[in-house]
């Protein structure tokens, strides 16, 4: 609820897990009370237990902060199941190639059940309790096919947590443009749906999509995420530290440290308070 005019956002960092570096840089703005929410990637191997205890840490101090199970069903990662399936290789599919499959009805969700099942599992044993949310590496969850198995899960094994809908709710007008968040805003509309008829909470809006090149400028793009961006909102981030796992498994590393700097800055604090958007 907003109290005298002042709406509370999560600001959700991805990936922890995904290397040292991004590691590093969210406990940095955790510490610092610049985030509020970040999901971990079980899958990646920079998700030691000595990784998780020191976020763990982090929470006992700032109880306020979430930290949820980044589902991933997407290369270069690999799935903790054996008998998973589609594959590429040794790993899951890439992102187009998952897409395509869940749009058109040709995943098999007796395979999804157990690796969601896996990762809810391998959060546990890493953290030593369970996610506070669901959502997913690259969107999976709001996949058609995908959804209907995080929801069945979560109904089922994580009773009390919410699940990350990616839908804006901002005029269309605001959202052209952007491609990206168009489909994940067409995707969430029947996620929202069927969230709610299965009692799943979810948030009201979400933000933080932008085209990932060379010339995008995050301390710019920021104050657009806010805009009527309503109470109990998601916006996501993607702050790290690059460093050479982070090359090797993903093309958004400048970037990263593009989005630490604004959020460790004072400019940051000034636009939420301008804003008047709280994260606690």
Known sequence: MTT??????????DDYGLSPG???????LVARGRLNATSAMVVARSLTRTEAAALAALKREAPHLQIGLHFTLTE?????TPGYAPLNGEAFLPL????GRAVFGRLDQSKILPELHAQIEAFIATFGFAPDYVDGHQHVQVFPQVREAVLAVM???LPGAWVRQCGRVTPLSA????????LLDLLSA??????????VP?????????AFGAAADFATLFPRFLDRLPDGSVVMCHPGFVDDELKALDPLTNLREREYEFLASNDFLELLNQNRVTLS
Do not use: H, W
């Open 190 to 199: 029947g996620f929202r749906k069927r969230a709610q008829a299965a009692g």
């Open 22 to 28: 991004v590691n590093a840089a969210i406990r940095s």
């Open 96 to 99: 187009a190639a998952m897409l």
């Open 76 to 80: 270069p990662f690999a799935p903790l």
């Open 202 to 210: 979810f948030n009201a809006g979400f933000a933080g999509t932008y």
């Open 4 to 13: 005298g005019g002042v709406r509370r956002i999560i600001l959700c960092a």
């Open 175 to 182: 959202r052209l443009g952007d491609g990206k968040g168009m």
């Open 155 to 157: 109904r089922e094994a």
